[in-house]
């Protein structure tokens, strides 16, 4: 049986055109008209997205510079001058000066104790193993799935009877128990990606756990904790229930509390211009926040990916 050998193939002479192999062009050119049309698609979600969040903001800022009558007469309309009196009016005689130094010292004191305390009990629950450690952990979590309505009763005896109700510091108390699930859980996982070389390295050094953990693990998770603290702020600065029940005291109550007694008794005098002031003296300081720290947010949330 003869086999056909397949003739070699002669090299192209210097000079001489080589014939090129056309391959086939359709897969491609589909493949990228599908991504440019999936482009086209998230990119029109995210500008209608950004439209319904940016519109309302701007429309707050720019009544809380109208007057009563051009707030009704033509809403969507620029104000025909920057009424600042709006602004002064709402700071002295809606009490909101009052309002923002209360929330001022409850967040800011809520804030470090919770970063505080939930960054030692995440570190601890990351790095060390002994027995219950998974128990605790699970019942942080289970502190994440727990509704603050339940709590909202036993809650008011529990301050009550430790002579906590109607006070800056018991309202702080309670905010840090709120948020310690949410903080523990975040930084556990990011301690988690942290590496162990440079802890051990301290440890041989002679570093005690209480100055590696303050001096060197601390410092190495500003990330996380920037995020989680941002995400605590949001929360903690826009926490309406709690102060509610737990903080009846008019001298003592906190912005969220200062915006609907300013709509409740303002709405009944007309005074919509105040009240928009007010909303917007409220909102400023979460958007600042947020503004300023999102480039260490993002990256405390992508931390653990990268890793």
Request: cysteine-free; glycine content about 8%.
């Amino acid at each position: 049986m003869k086999t056909t050998d397949t003739p070699a193939p002669v090299p192209a002479e210097s000079g001489a055109p080589v014939a090129k192999i056309d391959r086939p062009a359709g897969p491609r050119r589909e493949e990228k008209k599908e991504g440019v049309t999936l482009n086209v698609f998230s990119h029109a979600i995210l500008i209608i997205w950004a439209i319904m969040v940016v519109m309302p903001l701007l429309w707050a800022v720019m009544t809380s510079f109208k007057d009563d009558r051009s707030i009704f007469a033509s809403p969507w309309a620029l104000p025909d001058r920057l009424h600042f009196d709006n602004w002064s009016r709402a700071w002295t005689e809606a009490n909101m000066s009052d309002y923002f130094l209360n929330t001022v010292l409850v967040v800011g004191g809520s804030l470090i104790g919770t970063l505080v305390l939930g960054s030692m009990a995440a570190y601890v629950l990351a790095r060390f193993e002994f027995p219950g450690n998974r128990f605790i952990y699970f019942l942080f979590i289970g502190g994440m799935s727990f509704p603050i309505m339940l709590a909202l009763v036993p809650l008011f005896y529990v301050v009550n009877n430790m002579g906590l109700l109607n006070t800056i510091h018991g309202l702080i108390l309670v905010y840090i128990a709120y948020s310690l699930p949410f903080t523990v859980f975040f930084l556990t996982a990011f301690f988690r990606t942290l590496p162990t070389s440079v802890a051990e390295a301290a440890f041989v050094d002679g570093a005690s756990h209480t100055r590696t953990f303050f001096q060197i693990m601390m410092p190495m998770a500003k990330p996380g904790l920037i995020s989680v603290g941002i995400f605590n702020f949001l929360g903690q600065w826009n926490q309406y229930m709690l102060p509610t029940v737990l903080n009846t005291d008019p001298d003592k109550r906190v912005l969220t509390q200062g915006l609907v007694q300013l709509a409740v008794s303002q709405g009944y005098k007309g005074d919509w211009s105040g009240l928009f002031a007010g909303l917007v003296m409220a909102m400023l300081p979460v958007l600042a926040a947020y503004i300023v720290f999102q480039r260490q947010v993002v990256q405390g949330l992508t931390a653990g990916a990268l890793k």
